[in-house]
């Protein structure tokens, strides 16, 4: 059966933000960043809600938007959150609504375009400050080999190391007879 939603996974950095509306545009489909959702619903970035109250109430709220909104969009792209599907059995719940793409960029590439965020709590250290070059590679590489299993069960995977265009070009591809 042909499936109306399309979710975009990937480390922080990978480009799910930059794509997503991109992608929704060529389909004639909404967008929506769950990232942004929670930040609307909560009224806080991110990076306050996990300083605030902990990385496992920002998991549960995200799981609970997930279910309660996000799955039952029709004609959407959707953003996850880079450690969303790696979280109870949110990729189960993921891949049984939508097709899910994994757009992939190795940590050298990753580490580039990421290490000047201040806005994702996984890349800051006890302050808040973004960890020193070497710490943050480290943090890179080790939370990637904890969720590459988890985003190489993607229904399709796109390496972004290449221009936006080329990139939503394959995606637009790799989709064809996959959504209604
Ligand atoms: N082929 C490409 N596809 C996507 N982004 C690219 C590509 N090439 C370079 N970039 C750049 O990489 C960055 C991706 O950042 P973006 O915020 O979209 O990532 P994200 O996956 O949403 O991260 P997060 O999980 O932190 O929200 C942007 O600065 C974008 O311009
Ligand atoms: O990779 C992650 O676990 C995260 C990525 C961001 O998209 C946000 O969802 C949050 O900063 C956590
Ligand atoms: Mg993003």
């Given at each position: 059966m042909r499936k109306s939603l399309v979710f975009l996974t990937g480390f922080m950095g990978s480009g799910k933000s930059t794509i997503g509306p991109l992608l929704a545009q060529h389909l004639g489909y909404d967008f929506l960043d769950v990232d942004d959702l929670i930040e609307d619903i909560e009224g806080k970035k991110i990076v306050d809600i996990f300083r605030e109250k902990g990385e496992i109430y920002f998991r549960n709220i995200e799981r609970k938007i997930l279910i309660e909104t996000v799955l039952k969009l029709s004609r959407f792209v959707v953003a996850l959150?880079?450690?969303?599907?790696?979280?109870?059995?949110n990729l189960y719940l993921v891949k049984e609504s939508g097709i899910l793409i994994y757009l992939m960029a190795n940590p050298e590439v990753l580490l580039q375009r990421i290490k000047y965020k201040t806005d994702r709590p996984l890349l800051l250290d006890h302050q808040g400050n973004i960890l020193p070059e070497k710490l943050l590679f480290e943090r890179i590489l080790s939370l990637l080999k904890m969720r590459e299993p988890f985003y190489l069960q993607a229904d399709i995977l796109v390496s972004t190391e290449k221009s936006i265009e080329e990139t939503i070009d394959e995606i637009l591809n790799k989709l064809e007879g996959k959504i209604a």
């Open positions: 959150g880079g450690g969303t599907i790696t979280f109870a059995d």
